[in-house]
């Protein structure tokens, strides 16, 4: 019966913890999606400072969150969100608008593409 009981406790645990770091990626991924997302806004509007600002901010926040990402994400898609915020640093201080935006769309289109792998549905479980 102990077995049973301590079976039971570690499935609860491995529940909890899906659902805790499907909220914890869900809310990472909103935030860096946000400032790309106002980062598009400033280039388009030819603020130049404002997109690198953001930019670098989204860069910084996502390698600030690196440790849990890298625990729940597959790292090539870590990796990919990674260079492709390093680029769009590297366009906003060139004032590349159009590479900026085609790689910011991109990115933006990565990033929900795993909040929606990390929803805890059957099809992404199975």
Known sequence: MTRFWIAIALLIAVIAWCFFSASAVSERIETVRQTLS??????RAEDYPGAERLSADAQRYWRSSQKLLGM???????????????????????????????????????????????????????
């Open 38 to 43: 106002a980062a598009q806004v400033c280039m």
């Open 72 to 126: 729940v994400l597959r790292h090539d898609e870590a990796d990919g969100i990674t260079g492709n915020l390093a680029e769009l640093c590297a366009f906003a201080e060139t004032k590349d608008t159009d590479e900026f935006l085609a790689v910011c769309a991109a990115t933006i289109s990565q990033l929900d593409h795993i909040q929606e792998m990390e929803y805890p549905l059957l099809e992404n479980v199975l």
